[in-house]
């Protein structure tokens, strides 16, 4: 036989070697597959045992791990997490549930806005506007009334994600609140509904005393986009003494000069 026929015979005979033991390869991937996914699920069922642990730093450590899974089995208990014994606990369950968009965290979200305690009850707020669902309306402009300002504040970031117009007349009065962290998040809140109607009270508030206060009306008057306040923007520019601030409004004054007509 010469080399050619001998290389080809080679050939021929590693071909049909391979190709009878293809089933076999095949066999050993989908152990391999189904290895990974029983594995995944112990994973799975080892996280959710955690969460019944006494100590309060491992059940934070499972619910960080749950929405980590971004498994949608996991939204049930992260909503039993929501009644946990421990604020940092409640707080964590409501921040984790964010991820996932589930319309039935809702509900239970809206009952922790009157959690005792106000950071639990902060995350809840802000969390209800990133659901997007106007059932949070409502307890959102009740929040506001919160005596606590971080949850008021809050409740305004909320109603601003959600974008329902009925929190306008509500927010507008606020923009002179005590606060100045309430003032800056309802401004923040107003640029986000893009209501013409808050330009006036949002001029205004480029002359607070507070500089935050001052930078969110800027960003929401850019964010309307309302041609009037341009004058008002330019002006608080040119008396800005931070320089951080003066380039941020700045910026702002370039977006509301660009925007349309």
Known sequence: M??????????VVTSAADASAMPDESSAIS????AAQEQKGDEFSRILDRMKSRSSSERREAIDQLAE????RAVEPLMNALKDPAAEIRSAAAN????FGDKRAVEPLIGMLSDEVAFVRSTAARVL???????AVDPLIATLKDSNSSVSAAAALGLGALKDGRATPVLLPMMRDQAPDVRAAVAAALGELRDRRAVD???????????MVKLAA??????????????ALNEAVSSERDEE???QMKEALTRLIAAPD
Do not use: C, M, W
Not at 2 to 9: D, E, K, P, T, W
């Open 2 to 11: 010469n080399l050619a026929a001998f290389i080809l015979s080679f050939a």
């Open 31 to 34: 152990s391999i597959l189904t």
């Open 69 to 72: 899974t971004e498994n949608p």
């Open 96 to 99: 984790a549930l964010s991820q």
């Open 129 to 135: 506007g990133l659901l997007a669902d106007a059932r």
């Open 201 to 211: 009270s949002l001029v205004q508030a480029l002359k607070d005393e507070y500089k």
């Open 218 to 231: 800027a960003l929401a008057l850019a964010d309307i986009g309302d041609k009037r306040a341009v004058p």
């Open 245 to 247: 601030s003066r380039s």
